[in-house]
């Protein structure tokens, strides 16, 4: 099928206003009477808070109000709050906003205050007198698992299989996927390898960050602006945490500096609404970099043990795996989706999973871009790369004879649609990169495939047409990196309009309907569903004002892209959307068309990445030479930002990989809060990410569309990983392979 | 409360004048005295440059200036950056070759670019990456903000040319 619009790369509509500085993000948020806030945050990893005193901060003069947990409404029962990528108990909800009787990590909340400036509020926070009973912490995932390891919550009861044991343990939950029988097949198998794999915490990393203000009314009305993955989502946390009524909330979404999952649950806004309401003025409260690496949601560290076992042929006969990871302190780590990535990409008979989901005296894990899934390919990449070695096999040949096709159950349960991870490893085989020649000493190639869910669910938009036939395009989904661009294509292409006639706006939650998180790879396929249901109504009733101006019934005339509506028995007899929308006043009033969708039919993800390398032996520093990412991407709606997001995810990835890790004393501090020693990848670590996009469309989406932006994070520490193997020979089963880790390795191994 | 202080300085062409606190940095006042909030914070000690801002012609990053130390001095931000009505020829780069996503960095990065090819009008992707390795942008890989500068230069260079 030919497109007029999807497919382009048009400039996006949001383009100019950030590129000259006049957007609105969440900090540039500016009220007539607005207060600064502040927050005061645990010194240690692990303490008991015996008392706080915040007579010394509110005798200030300048300061408005000061919270603490004890102005949070008590819980009344156990409830559980939806989270779009993960779900947290209430009372844990309340307590990741402010500590109640312990503090449970290194930067936990305290305390908050309001005050005239940014300076006052933290003189005021660090007058607050609090008396901590210091306890033992834990941060390291086995340790916690320890009989006698401290407890971080005494009433956390194990969960096994869904059920409760009755055990009281820092293990929060335990999984599995099992099927066939492992044993057996590995006993059978000609060869089998198994190793332990070690991932550290590593942060979402987003440039902007997190920001609330907020306004409480004498009314109880509330209004919130932030930077926020989604609205509705602050929403109903909000009103969970604060038990506060839905209906009386506003949330207004700013533009968004960045999240990747990270911007999903909310730290500030509840904090804003409490000081707001005790000082009856507008509060803003903006994190610090320290406070951004402290307290917000980094992703799991993790050990993991994976082991696989194959034929003489190369056939795989069984896959085993465990996996431990950090939920931080408190439950609700990704190794749920870990236990599904880990394994994904290939068949096989034999299946068995467990996952462990793991309190530790860290940040709360939030969801970081296909959560989980970095730290399962790490492990299950570099086992697959092995045996295809002791095989004598090459990883890709290995890699398509094991891959799943479309109709093959998964090793986590459910059967694949119309997937194109078979594509795509052809696609990689005949590639000028895998079939370049790779020369020079200290230089290897690896490849990797990755795997990610991709999500659906509920989106809306409303299309409302002007006089002048040039739509406005009202949507839910905040936009993180070009999607207003991608609705707008969308609606264009269905209304026959050109591009820049369609123009699209993030609505506030008064103002749209419910749109789920911007997360989850979602957006395109599902938003994206509803500004297409909004355009098939909007053309319904196109076509129903112009029968009325022919005065014939509607099923005599029908839309036509370019045209506008055509009478079906007059050829030459049409009107434009223009002309429609220019009469509609007089034809039945104001045209507007609303379009939502609770949408199942979304396809996986699967991504394939190329890296070659070169180690400095002296140093142990790793330079990334060249570097392919090819992902299967259904239908590419704006090419340029289907690249964007492999070419962010494949980098995130390569940091995680090389260099990020969150680094604890052990007192459980965290040392490296930081933007200078948590060291992200610069320009100049990186070069050029090549992007090949495959396009095996998905059948439920009208266009093919399958979400992006998350399975590119997945292969990249396994792609590394494994050309670091071939170019030093030796196996790197820890993250980050720093120069560090990599120099001592060569050293150890004497080949330095 | 400390003293204010004012401060006689020029932004952006226009000359200006403002009361600041001697603790408050470059930053600060820029965005929450001046309202130019085109100018973003990342990371308050200098590691991320998404406050790159000009003085005298040389790119700084403004959350480790003082307020006070404007005086005198020239400054440019992102707001300045479009003369004439007319898009700098990096801002329309940076457009055309989706160097953005979610835009945060890109303040900073449309200025350091500004500041390299005033000194280096034709950089090699090699020098690209070099001197915008104190910009961090999270979200592009860097791949389309590094085309986007070469892209700038080359230009801005053939329109020389033709003038």
Known sequence: MAYDVVGTRPVRPDGTEKVTGRAVYGADVQLPGLLHGKVLRSPHAH?????????????????????????????????????????IEKQYMQNMILAGEKALFHGHAIAAVAAVSPHVAEEAVKAIRVEYEVLTPVIDVLEAMKEDAPLLHEGLITKSLGKPTGKVSNVAAHMQHARGDVE?????????????FRTAMVHQGYIEPQTATAQVGLDGAVTIWTSTQGAFGVRAQVAEILDLPLGKIKVVPCEIGGGFGGKIQVYMEPLAVLLSRKANRPVKLTMSRAEVFQATGPTSGSVIRAKVGATRDGVITALQAQLYYEAGAFP???????????????????????????????????AYRAPGGTNAAFASEQVVDEVARQLGMDPIEFRL??????????????????IGLVEMLQAVKES?????????????????????FNGGGPSSSHISFNHDGTVNLAEGSTDIGGSRASMAMIVAEELGLPYDQVKPYVADTDSVGYTDVTGGSRTTYATGLACYNAAQEAKRQLCERAARTWECSPEEVEFMPGKGVVSKSDAGKHLTVAQVAREMNRTGGPIHAVGTVNARGQAPGFAVHIADVEIDPETGKTTILRYTAFQDVGRAIHPSYVEGQIQGGSAQGIGWALNEEYVYGSDGTLRNANLLDYRIPTALDLPMIETVLIEVPNPNHPYGVKGVGEVCIVPPAGAVANAICQATGQRFTELPMNPERVCMALLKAGSR | MPKKIAVATK???????????????????????????GTKEGCGNGNCGACSVLIDGRVVNSCLVLAVEAEGREIRTVEGMAEGGKLHPLQVAFLEHAALQCGICTPGFLVASKALLDENPAPTEEEVRLFLAGNLCRCTGYDKIVRAVLDAAQRMNAEEVEA
């Open chain 1, 432 to 452: 000028e990169h895998y079939n370049s020649p790779l020369t020079g000493p200290n230089r290897g190639r690896g490849v990797a495939s990755g795997f990610w």
């Open chain 1, 47 to 87: 303490a008991r808070i015996k008392s706080i005193d915040l007579a010394p901060a509110l005798a200030i003069p300048g300061v408005y109000a000061a919270v603490t947990a004890a102005d949070m409404p008590k819980v009344q029962a156990e409830g559980v709050a939806n989270l779009g990528e993960s779900s």
């Open chain 2, 11 to 37: 932004i952006n062409g226009q000359g200006m004048e403002f009361l600041c606190e001697p603790r408050q940095s470059l930053l600060e006042v820029l965005r929450d005295e001046l309202k130019l909030t």
């Open chain 1, 401 to 418: 004879k094991n891959a799943v096709r479309p109709g093959d159950q998964a090793t986590y349960g459910p059967k694949f649609g119309a």
């Open chain 1, 184 to 196: 057996a097949a590995f006993a059978a198998s000609d060869v089998v390898v198994e190793r332990e």
């Open chain 1, 332 to 366: 609700g780590s990704p190794v749920g989706a870990g236990t599904g990535v880990i394994f994904a990409p290939y068949k096989a008979e034999n299946v068995l999973i467990d996952g462990y989901d793991v309190v530790v005296n860290r940040p709360r894990t939030s």
